[in-house]
């Protein structure tokens, strides 16, 4: 019995073997079901074992799922030539060269494994035809628990204590925190993951500052108090980024915005990399302004997170500058990484398929899955 999914490994660097680059995307092609109407065929990019693991579990061998390692960009876009869906992840180009290459090799759904979508050219998808869903919201408790556990991390320096231990070094000097108790932390974006982490720290007994262009009831029902950005920046000891990367807030953290916060201010960033300006912030851990740093996610992550680069020389200066810094805490973009959010997030991705496949009508889409221009 033929299996219900392909799992085609590709090296992730640029594809040169052309013979092996059109056998790739014969297999891929060559392996549909047919008499199914709501049969789909999808090439998922991006995966890892586990992201197979969960999102077979929700298919049940209902399509065809076609996957492959690689990222999707201009030269790996024919791969998914003969799939009417394309399944991406966060570090996945979806510009107009790839939506057309897309386009004209059948596909006519980019179903998203994640809630942002800054990386799809959402005009041009609109434009050739492409309905773009996406995963709003999977377990903001994953987010805003590891969000938590940064700031715990960098107070109380909890990797240099680790190692020092292990090394049989258990003196104290230089790991000296301070009490959450009585601090001011300042949540820019209030959606579910801002939430949870005013919800989290409230229990701690901080005081909640929040800036969001939309006011949270709920936010304001625990206590949370609505400034505006500079007052925010004033006043906070602890400043964390929970809001999607737009146009418009595109470097939010620049030296200009860094300049206006606390001296030895803590920063966290569980959100989009792009949102800080990672030199203005080596900047401001060089002078003393930014006191602790906590990224999840860096503005040049594509090249970097979710893989094994151990054996390999790291070539972007500037985050190799940050690896520098003893108050730095960086993570590759595991801030998701929990199996609650996992299965919620193969459970939507595969609902969003079946969605599609069964009458291809965007209004039978819960609200906030389909994502317009």
Request: aromatic share 8%; glycine share 8%; charged share 25%.
């Amino acid at each position: 019995m033929m299996s219900d999914c392909l799992a085609v490994n590709l090296p992730s660097g640029p594809i040169r073997d052309l013979d092996r680059f059109q056998v790739a995307r014969m297999v891929i092609v060559g392996h549909g079901r047919n008499g199914q109407n709501d049969f789909m065929n999808i090439t998922v990019f991006s995966t890892k074992s586990y992201d197979r693991k969960f999102l077979d579990a929700q298919n049940h061998g209902k399509h065809r799922l076609n996957y492959l390692e690689v990222h999707l960009d201009e030269k790996t876009a024919q791969l998914a030539n003969g799939s009417e869906g394309v399944c991406a992840f966060v570090n996945d180009r979806l510009n107009e060269p790839v939506l057309e290459i897309l386009a004209k090799g059948g596909t006519r759904l980019i179903a998203m494994r994640c809630a942002g979508f800054n990386n799809v050219d959402l005009a041009a998808a609109r434009r050739l035809g492409i309905l773009v869903a996406r995963v709003p919201a999977y377990s903001p408790y994953a987010v805003g628990e590891h969000t938590v556990g940064l700031m715990l991390a960098l107070n109380r320096q909890l990797h240099r204590a680790y190692n020092r231990v292990r090394e049989g070094n258990f003196a104290l000097d230089g790991l000296l925190g301070f009490d959450f108790h009585g601090q001011t932390v300042g949540l820019i974006g209030t959606g579910k993951i801002g939430q949870v982490v005013a919800k989290i720290l409230r229990g701690f007994g901080c005081r909640i500052l929040a800036f969001d262009p939309v006011i949270n009831p709920e936010m304001e029902e625990l206590g949370a108090s609505y400034v505006s950005l500079d007052q925010l920046y004033h006043e906070s000891d602890i400043i964390s980024l929970h809001c999607p990367l737009t146009p418009e807030n595109h470097h939010l953290i620049d030296a200009s915005s860094i300049s206006k916060m606390r001296d030895q201010v803590m920063l966290i960033n569980t959100s989009r990399g792009a949102l800080i300006d990672t030199k203005a912030a080596v900047d401001g851990l060089k002078s003393g302004k930014l006191g602790y740093l906590g990224l999840d996610v860096y503005e040049e992550e594509a090249d970097l997170f979710f893989e094994d680069l151990s054996g390999s020389i790291i070539r972007d200066d500037l985050f190799s500058r940050l690896l520098t810094f003893p108050n730095v805490i960086i993570t590759g973009h595991q801030a998701f990484f929990t199996r609650d959010a996992l299965a919620k997030i193969a459970e939507t991705t595969l609902d969003n398929i079946d969605l599609f496949s069964q009458d291809r009508d965007p209004s039978k889409f819960p609200p906030g899955r389909i994502v317009d221009p």
